[in-house]
């Protein structure tokens, strides 16, 4: 008879290979994050300064309330 192992057990250790997994590429996950930030930093400032309007009418950049 196989026995099962509780709820909140299953996600603990789903949690711990998490964690493990996030201090084992920290520093992959944080340059990858850099890298995206200075992407969409540079891709807004393109944007604005010559007025492109594509790059303008993307999700992320259009001002609240825009649809």
Same mark, same amino acid.
């Given at each position: 008879?196989?026995?099962?192992?509780?709820?909140?057990?299953?996600?603990?250790?789903?949690?711990?290979?998490?964690? &493990? =997994? #996030?201090?084992?590429?920290? +520093? %992959?996950?944080?340059?990858?994050?850099? !890298? *995206?930030?200075?992407? &969409? =930093? #540079?891709?807004?400032?393109? +944007? %604005?300064?010559?007025?492109?309007?594509? !790059? *303008?009418?993307?999700? &992320?950049?259009?001002?609240?309330?825009?649809?």
């Amino acid at each position: 008879m196989e026995t099962t192992k509780p709820k909140d057990e299953k996600n603990f250790q789903l949690f711990q290979g998490i964690k &493990l =997994l #996030g201090s084992k590429y920290k +520093g %992959e996950i944080g340059l990858g994050v850099l !890298i *995206l930030y200075v992407f &969409l =930093l #540079g891709l807004g400032t393109v +944007g %604005e300064v010559w007025d492109v309007e594509w !790059i *303008l009418d993307l999700p &992320l950049f259009r001002p609240p309330g825009k649809y």
